[in-house]
């Protein structure tokens, strides 16, 4: 197993545009998250995956975000309209649900630039 | 809610030194677990240690261990014998018990470690 992988690495977006991030977890993880990490701030908790179901979405810091994991394997999250405050480290986490307490495995994010 | 607060922004040490990162936070809870987590340049944050709140015993990984004060909401992580590959962003974070962990890791803002040569 090679970790959680995100793609792409670096997205440079023009204000307004759509952007689409994926995150392919661990293979035996049923559980998937999202965070926002904006420079100088500890990540922030966006939503989480249980296998396919997206049990918590409340912290989506918009209607403009919105994620994704169909087949309860890859997830992916969708910004749209994308606005300058945007631009932050998207960084996805996967766990699997019977050992939740030991901790997350984290990706190397996804570095989001709107211009 | 909870919070989590890493009151040095940046720290500096001599290489072979010993360091403290202080962690202080807020929660009604009585079960939960606290964690570190390092994050050097560009690369994935990699958990360093892991308490549980009910265990009394410190938490132990080779070079680092923590300092968890239960009454206070204390959690300070020791590093020995610093490393430069100890250079990294280190983040405190909590994890309620209750809810099987549905409200994820909430973070503090981080304490940037440089290990000098």
């Known amino acids: 197993d090679t970790g959680v992988s995100q793609n792409p690495r670096h997205k440079i977006t023009k204000r307004g545009q759509n952007v689409t991030f994926r995150c392919d977890p661990i293979?035996?993880?049923?559980?998937l998250y999202w965070y926002r990490q904006t420079l100088g701030q500890g990540p922030e908790f966006l939503t989480y995956?249980?296998?396919?179901?997206?049990?918590?979405k409340s912290r989506l810091l918009s209607d403009r975000f919105s994620a994704e994991r169909p087949k309860g394997s890859f997830s992916t999250l969708e910004i749209q309209r994308t606005e300058q405050g945007d631009s932050a480290m998207y960084l996805c986490?996967?766990?699997?649900?019977?050992?939740?307490?030991?901790?997350?495995?984290f990706g190397s994010g996804t570095r989001l630039t709107v211009v | 809610a909870q919070t989590v607060t890493q009151s040095q922004p940046e720290m500096s040490v001599q290489e072979a030194e010993t360091v403290t990162l202080s962690c202080t936070y807020d929660?009604?809870?009585?079960?939960?677990?606290l964690f570190w987590y390092k994050q050097p340049p560009s690369r994935q944050m990699i958990l360093v240690i892991r308490?549980?709140?009910?265990?009394?015993q410190n938490a132990t990984e080779n070079r680092f261990s923590v300092n968890f004060q239960k009454a206070a909401k204390s959690f300070s992580l020791k590093i020995s014998d610093s490393q430069l590959g100890d250079t990294a962003m280190y983040f405190c974070?909590?994890?309620?018990?209750?809810?099987?962990?549905?409200?994820?890791?909430?973070f503090g803002k981080g304490t940037h470690l440089i290990i000098q040569p």
């Open positions: 986490a996967s766990s699997s649900r019977d050992r939740v307490y030991d901790g997350y495995t």
């Open positions: 293979s035996e993880h049923n559980r």
């Open positions: 995956f249980q296998n396919e179901a997206q049990l918590e």
């Open positions: 929660t009604s809870e009585n079960n939960y677990y």
């Open positions: 308490q549980e709140a009910y265990k009394q």
């Open positions: 974070a909590f994890m309620m018990y209750s809810g099987g962990g549905a409200d994820g890791l909430t």
